[in-house]
């Protein structure tokens, strides 16, 4: 009797194509936030396991509705691959460097490569999608301005595009 084939998924995607969008170190990253997000340990990121890191990190009332909709968001039960593939995709849909970096130089007339903390900080909560407070907040603390109260855009352009600090 010859060997069975194995029957490739509907759609012909290999889950494991993920694993080669990434770097090992990225994938180690991705891995360690999984597991701080996977409140229970069950391998699966459930509602209850966002609403518990949500609630660590200071957000005691999020909604069910707005939780569900994050659950929503993913093909299935949230495993380590599709978390994983989640991230790739929202990669893929982020514009290249060099479009974002453009988008900041309009905001930067003389070419220093900042933008004033307060300049952006206005921009980003009275224009298009506001970000909130704390949304502010966690900005600020990924990307702290200078002590003249300059922020690094290059240094964003690159987090954004690359999932990482230049330097880390």
């Not at 891995?31 to 890191?53: H, P, Y």
Request: hydrophobic share 35%.
């Amino acid at each position: 009797m010859a060997p069975k084939r194995a029957k490739r998924r509907a759609g012909g995607g290999d889950s494991s194509n993920v694993f080669s969008m990434f770097e090992q170190s990225q994938i180690q990253e991705y891995k360690e936030a999984f597991t701080i997000i996977d409140q229970n340990r069950d391998g699966i990121i459930s509602k209850d396991d966002l609403r518990d890191v949500l609630a660590s990190l200071g957000q005691l009332n999020v909604k069910n509705e707005e939780l569900e909709g994050m659950i929503k968001e993913a093909s299935g039960p949230i495993n380590f691959t599709v978390f994983l593939t989640m991230f790739g995709e929202k990669l893929k849909g982020a514009d290249p460097e060099d479009v974002i970096l453009s988008s900041f130089k309009i905001l930067d007339p003389e070419g220093t490569g900042t933008i004033k903390k307060q300049f952006l900080e206005e921009l980003l909560t009275t224009q298009c999608d506001r970000f909130s407070k704390d949304e502010i907040k966690n900005m600020w603390q990924a990307f702290p301005p200078d002590v003249a109260g300059n922020v690094d855009y290059k240094n964003i352009c690159y987090v954004i595009t690359h999932g990482e600090d230049k330097e880390g």
